[in-house]
C-alpha cells in the first residue's frame, strides 16, 4: 500500500465506508505491531494508556505499521494531549483520547490535534513529512484532513454529552470503551461489556454519531463481538486485544498437540 493510500484512511473512515477491524496492542513491540500490520486487519491500535508504550517505542512502531502498508492509531493516557501532538508528528493517522466527558474535554483535543483554523496544534511533523512525502506547506494544508480525532465516550458524563462533544469542530468521531462505560453506568457494580444496556447505548452512539455526520468506533474483546458491533453501525471495531488472541493461539496450539499425543 502506498503512501497516499495509507494516508486515505481518514477519508475511508469519514465516509463511513464501513467494516474497518483494527488490532489493539499494548505490548511495547515495533515488531509484533508490524507482524500484526500483516494481517488483514485495516488499521492497528498501540493502546498507551493501559499498555506500555512509550514515544519512542511508539514512533517506531507507527513506522512499522506503515512500513507493512497499514495506518497506525495510538490511545494516548488521559489527558495526555502533548503526546497527542508528537504521535501525529510521528506519524499516526490518528489519536483516540480517552475520558472525553464534555465539549470543553473535545476542544482541548482539538487544540492538540488539528493545526489553525480548527486547533493549535504545534509545527514540528518531521517524520510525519518523511511518512507521507508531502512538503511542508502541502502537509499543512492537508494535516487536518490526513488525521483524525477520536473522543472515547465511556461514562455517564460523556454519553449525556454526545451530541456536545460530537458538535465540536474537528472530533471526526467517537470510540466507545464498552467496559468503562458498563462499570459508569451500573455505578461500579460490574464489568459488562456485552450488557443489553451497553447495546442500548452503543445503538444510541450510533444514532447520534450518523445525525452529526461522524463515525463511531468501539472495543470488541473478541471477533464473534466485533462482527455484531459491526452490525450495529460501527465503523471500526476492535477484534480483542493482542495478548488475548496470543494466549488464545498458545491454548489451542497445546490443547491439539495434547489431544494428538493421546490419540
Not at 484512511?9 to 473512515?13: G, K, L, P
Not at 499498555?51 to 512509550?54: E, K, N, P, R
Not at 447505548?201 to 455526520?213: L, W
Given at each position: 500500500m502506498s503512501a497516499a493510500e495509507i494516508d486515505g484512511?481518514?477519508?475511508?473512515?469519514r465516509q463511513h465506508r464501513g467494516g474497518m477491524i483494527s488490532a489493539w496492542i499494548g505490548i511495547p513491540d515495533a515488531t509484533l505491531a508490524n507482524h500484526l500490520a500483516q494481517e488483514a486487519f485495516d488499521t492497528i491500535v498501540l493502546d498507551m494508556q493501559h499498555?506500555?508504550?512509550?514515544m519512542p517505542s511508539a514512533a517506531n512502531a507507527v513506522a512499522q505499521v506503515r512500513l507493512a502498508g497499514k495506518p497506525a492509531l495510538a490511545r494516548i493516557p488521559v489527558g495526555d494531549f502533548a503526546s497527542a501532538s508528537r504521535l501525529l508528528d510521528a506519524g499516526a493517522s490518528g489519536i483516540i483520547a480517552p475520558m472525553i466527558n464534555s465539549a470543553e474535554d473535545?476542544?482541548?483535543?482539538?487544540?492538540?490535534?488539528?493545526?489553525?483554523?480548527?486547533?493549535?496544534?504545534?509545527?514540528?511533523?518531521?517524520?510525519?513529512?518523511?511518512?507521507?512525502?508531502?512538503?511542508?506547506?502541502?502537509?499543512?494544508?492537508?494535516?487536518n484532513a490526513l488525521t483524525v480525532a477520536i473522543a472515547m465516550v465511556e461514562t455517564r458524563a460523556a454519553l449525556e454529552a454526545i451530541d456536545d462533544i460530537l458538535g465540536?469542530?474537528?472530533?471526526d468521531g467517537i470510540f466507545i470503551g464498552p467496559s468503562d462505560l458498563s462499570i459508569a453506568l451500573s455505578n461500579g457494580d460490574q464489568v459488562a461489556p456485552n450488557a443489553a444496556e451497553i447495546d442500548s447505548?452503543?445503538?444510541?452512539?450510533?444514532?447520534?454519531?450518523?445525525?452529526?455526520?461522524k463515525f463511531a468506533c468501539a472495543f470488541a474483546g473478541d471477533g464473534e463481538r466485533a462482527g455484531e458491533l459491526l452490525k450495529f453501525g460501527f465503523d471500526l471495531v476492535i477484534a480483542g486485544a493482542?495478548?488475548?488472541?496470543?494466549?488464545s493461539g498458545a491454548r489451542r496450539a497445546i490443547n491439539a498437540a495434547?489431544?494428538?499425543a493421546s490419540a
Open positions: 484512511f481518514a477519508d475511508r473512515i499498555g506500555m508504550w512509550d473535545a476542544q482541548a483535543f482539538v487544540k492538540a490535534t488539528k493545526y489553525p483554523p480548527l486547533g493549535e496544534r504545534s509545527w514540528g511533523p518531521s517524520l510525519a513529512l518523511n511518512h507521507t512525502g508531502l512538503s511542508a506547506d502541502d502537509y499543512l494544508k492537508n494535516a465540536v469542530a474537528g472530533i447505548a452503543m445503538q444510541h452512539a450510533v444514532s447520534r454519531c450518523r445525525a452529526h455526520g493482542e495478548t488475548a488472541q496470543l494466549r495434547r489431544r494428538i
